[in-house]
């Protein structure tokens, strides 16, 4: 069974996220408002604290959370400025034993952050 997963609308032809199998794949996860489409927060600590905010609204409309998270991929606008503060915000927001991890540097036109994440849904 496959669910698709909305936590508002989309500013663009996807989904949130899809359940399959016991696993939450999400999109590409940002600080933009869900309503406009608006890029939220200016600097690196506050679009990551609100990417993983609306990561956590869509793995929770899925039945799982944080600690759920199998695997995470970041991309970075300025890997170089931006990982130190994108780091302390990640270990402070997202629950030990960390999932494993991949950063890169992107081209994010407006954002410093873009986040993508596996998730297992909880057994009941």
């Known amino acids: 069974m496959v669910e698709t997963i909305s936590v ?12 399959v199998g016991g696993l939450i794949f ?23 604290e609100l990417a993983i905010d609306l990561l956590r609204k869509i793995l929770e409309k899925a039945g ?8 995470v991929k970041v991309y970075l606008n300025d890997i170089t400025t931006d990982f130190a503060g994108f780091d302390a915000v990640y270990r402070r927001l997202i629950p030990a ?6 950063t890169v540097g992107a081209t994010l036109p407006g954002y410093h952050i873009e986040m993508m994440a596996i998730a297992a849904v909880p057994e009941s």
């Open 64 to 71: 799982a959370g944080l600690a759920d998270l199998v695997q």
């Open 8 to 19: 508002g609308s989309s500013v663009a032809a996807y989904s949130h996220a899809k359940v």
């Open 97 to 102: 034993p960390f999932p494993p991890r991949a």
């Open 26 to 48: 999400t999109s590409g996860v940002t600080s933009h408002d869900l309503e406009t489409g608006e890029v939220r927060g200016t600097t690196i600590e506050e679009q990551t």
